[in-house]
């Protein structure tokens, strides 16, 4: 039912369980972290006849909310639930004891959030989280959406933010994809709109968010970090300012030292070759000895 991705098990305080029941459970993230047998190890006892639906990290301070089939939403804060170990059942976190009735969803709730709920007949609406009020623990909740014959039972419900994609599957197996900016902003009790197309006799059986690909998840940060950059305080502009005159003057003074690096080149005499590697100077002597005839032989007479 669910997956929880860690490296050290730094990454929340604790983990919270949700059952279908209405029950709750948090438990010490750290106290999973202990060799896994081949079977695994319990997470949460499940009592006879219920069964798991969500589980999510929390920071120890943060509110939960649970969603139920008849269209009710329970808010209370975590520390009502105190810390219990991996092998306990909780305590009544919602009251479903209605016929019929289930928890449909588990998620920590966060006032800038909105949560979305769907129901069988393909209607839905969402609305902003700081509109369901902190109450008790165990309590049925207060209306999330307005119960209809046409609409039918709530089918899923999910915290949504903008610029997310939702996936809408039927029990026929019919698949749509819609933008949650394209869904009405609706107060707690009201109906909702039609969010999904269905075919006589089928239902919306769930809904997910579509998860997004590393490079649009790149794009985006970088919009949002191009935005930010905009906005840059006074403060934050003059240190700006000062780092790119530091620059340009560095600049200015690494092209000035290159110029002059090339005048000195271009002055510079040119290399003289040493004493030694020069030819020795023919002497006037010798150069005259050359130049003068050889002298002829005296001829003598023969004797008769």
Sequence with gaps: MAVIPTRDFSEGKYLVFGTAAGMVKKTEFKAYDTPIK?????AIKVRKGDELVKVRLTSGQD???MVSKSGHAARFNEKLARPMGRGTSGVKGMNVSARGNRVLELEVARDEDELFVVTENGYGKRTAIKEYPVK???TKGVLTIKMTAKKGGLAGALIVRERQELI???QNG???RTSVTGISRMGRATQGVRVMNLKAGDRVSAVALVVESSSAAAAAESDNGDEGAGELAEGEQGAAEVAVAMA???LEAEAAGEAAGRGATATKPKRRTAAKDKPEPK???ASAARRKPPAKKKSVP???
């Design 174 to 176: 019919m698949v749509q």
């Design 63 to 65: 509110d939960i909310i």
């Design 38 to 42: 081949v079977d695994g190890i319990i």
């Design 248 to 250: 340009e003057d560095a």
């Design 136 to 138: 008790g623990r165990g």
């Design 283 to 285: 002497s006037s002597s």
């Design 302 to 304: 023969r004797k008769k």
């Design 168 to 170: 809408f599957i039927s």
